[in-house]
Protein backbone atom coordinates (compact mmCIF):
# COMPACT_ATOMS: atom_id res chain seq x y z
CA UNK A 1 0.00 0.00 0.00
CA UNK A 2 1.67 3.67 -0.81
CA UNK A 3 0.46 7.12 -0.29
CA UNK A 4 -0.63 8.47 -3.55
CA UNK A 5 2.51 10.94 -4.66
CA UNK A 6 0.28 14.51 -4.76
CA UNK A 7 -0.76 13.73 -0.79
CA UNK A 8 3.19 12.66 0.18
CA UNK A 9 3.99 15.88 -1.33
CA UNK A 10 1.51 17.84 0.81
CA UNK A 11 2.25 15.63 4.13
CA UNK A 12 6.16 16.21 3.29
CA UNK A 13 5.70 19.96 2.44
CA UNK A 14 3.77 20.49 6.27
CA UNK A 15 6.59 18.40 8.20
CA UNK A 16 9.93 20.34 6.68
CA UNK A 17 7.90 23.73 7.66
CA UNK A 18 7.15 21.94 10.96
CA UNK A 19 4.16 23.85 11.26
CA UNK A 20 2.08 22.57 14.58
CA UNK A 21 -1.15 20.84 14.74
CA UNK A 22 -2.59 17.18 16.93
CA UNK A 23 -3.37 14.83 14.07
CA UNK A 24 -3.79 14.15 10.70
CA UNK A 25 -4.72 10.96 8.44
CA UNK A 26 -2.75 9.53 5.72
CA UNK A 27 -5.18 7.79 3.27
CA UNK A 28 -3.81 4.44 1.51
CA UNK A 29 -6.40 3.59 -1.77
CA UNK A 30 -5.72 -0.10 -1.98
CA UNK A 31 -8.07 -2.96 -3.60
CA UNK A 32 -11.36 -0.61 -3.06
CA UNK A 33 -10.48 -0.37 0.45
CA UNK A 34 -9.49 2.85 2.32
CA UNK A 35 -7.25 2.45 5.14
CA UNK A 36 -6.66 5.55 7.40
CA UNK A 37 -4.09 6.06 9.99
CA UNK A 38 -3.07 8.68 12.60
CA UNK A 39 -0.11 10.45 12.54
CA UNK A 40 1.47 12.80 15.45
CA UNK A 41 2.36 16.66 14.66
CA UNK A 42 1.66 18.07 11.69
CA UNK A 43 -1.22 20.62 10.74
CA UNK A 44 -4.73 19.40 10.63
CA UNK A 45 -5.06 22.19 7.20
CA UNK A 46 -3.93 19.18 5.01
CA UNK A 47 -7.81 17.72 5.62
CA UNK A 48 -9.07 20.06 3.39
CA UNK A 49 -7.28 18.83 -0.06
CA UNK A 50 -9.65 15.33 1.09
CA UNK A 51 -12.74 16.86 -1.23
CA UNK A 52 -10.59 16.19 -4.52
CA UNK A 53 -9.82 12.05 -3.37
CA UNK A 54 -11.62 9.62 -6.16
CA UNK A 55 -13.81 7.64 -3.51
CA UNK A 56 -15.62 6.31 -5.92
CA UNK A 57 -14.40 2.53 -5.97
CA UNK A 58 -13.66 2.72 -2.20
CA UNK A 59 -15.78 -0.17 -0.54
CA UNK A 60 -15.25 -0.30 3.05
CA UNK A 61 -14.56 3.19 5.01
CA UNK A 62 -14.97 1.71 8.51
CA UNK A 63 -13.27 3.56 10.83
CA UNK A 64 -12.08 6.18 8.87
CA UNK A 65 -12.45 9.16 10.70
CA UNK A 66 -12.37 7.90 14.21
CA UNK A 67 -11.00 10.20 16.43
CA UNK A 68 -10.45 12.45 13.93
CA UNK A 69 -10.44 16.18 15.99
CA UNK A 70 -10.96 19.89 14.66
CA UNK A 71 -11.97 18.76 11.05
CA UNK A 72 -13.69 20.91 8.83
CA UNK A 73 -14.17 19.96 5.32
CA UNK A 74 -16.10 19.56 2.50
CA UNK A 75 -17.11 16.36 1.83
CA UNK A 76 -20.16 16.20 -0.52
CA UNK A 77 -18.43 15.20 -3.43
CA UNK A 78 -17.42 12.27 -2.28
CA UNK A 79 -18.92 9.05 -4.71
CA UNK A 80 -19.59 6.98 -1.57
CA UNK A 81 -22.11 4.94 -4.06
CA UNK A 82 -20.31 1.49 -3.53
CA UNK A 83 -19.83 1.84 0.24
CA UNK A 84 -21.26 -1.47 1.92
CA UNK A 85 -19.34 -0.80 5.46
CA UNK A 86 -19.42 2.32 7.82
CA UNK A 87 -19.17 0.98 10.70
CA UNK A 88 -17.76 3.33 13.03
CA UNK A 89 -16.50 5.85 10.51
CA UNK A 90 -16.87 8.79 12.87
CA UNK A 91 -16.10 6.99 15.89
CA UNK A 92 -15.22 9.09 18.93
CA UNK A 93 -15.06 11.84 16.17
CA UNK A 94 -14.74 15.35 17.79
CA UNK A 95 -15.21 19.47 16.54
CA UNK A 96 -16.11 17.55 13.16
CA UNK A 97 -17.95 19.68 11.12
CA UNK A 98 -18.28 18.37 7.49
CA UNK A 99 -21.06 18.25 4.58
CA UNK A 100 -22.26 14.57 3.87
CA UNK A 101 -25.57 15.81 2.87
CA UNK A 102 -25.35 14.59 -0.77
CA UNK A 103 -23.89 11.41 -0.03
CA UNK A 104 -25.73 7.91 -1.60
CA UNK A 105 -25.87 5.20 1.19
CA UNK A 106 -27.94 3.00 -0.58
CA UNK A 107 -25.19 0.65 -0.61
CA UNK A 108 -24.45 0.83 2.91
CA UNK A 109 -24.70 -2.55 4.75
CA UNK A 110 -24.02 -1.78 8.59
CA UNK A 111 -23.69 1.58 9.67
CA UNK A 112 -23.21 0.24 13.28
CA UNK A 113 -21.47 2.68 15.81
CA UNK A 114 -21.11 5.53 12.67
CA UNK A 115 -21.39 8.33 15.07
CA UNK A 116 -20.75 6.50 18.56
CA UNK A 117 -19.04 8.77 20.77
CA UNK A 118 -18.54 11.84 18.43
CA UNK A 119 -19.25 15.17 19.92
CA UNK A 120 -19.40 18.67 18.45
CA UNK A 121 -20.56 17.00 15.27
CA UNK A 122 -22.44 20.02 13.36
CA UNK A 123 -22.10 18.78 9.71
CA UNK A 124 -25.05 18.36 7.60
CA UNK A 125 -26.12 15.10 7.22
CA UNK A 126 -29.53 14.88 6.45
Same mark, same amino acid.
Given at each position: MNLLPEHLTVVKMFKLQKLAATKIC? &? @? @?NSGIMYIYYIEVFLYVVFTAIFTWNVKNV????? +? =? &?? &??? =? +??DLSLWDVGKVTMMVGMFDMASSFHCDLSDWNAANVKSMLSMFNGAVAFNGDIS
Amino acid at each position: MNLLPEHLTVVKMFKLQKLAATKICR &A @L @LNSGIMYIYYIEVFLYVVFTAIFTWNVKNVTDMQC +I =F &AK &ASS =F +ICDLSLWDVGKVTMMVGMFDMASSFHCDLSDWNAANVKSMLSMFNGAVAFNGDIS
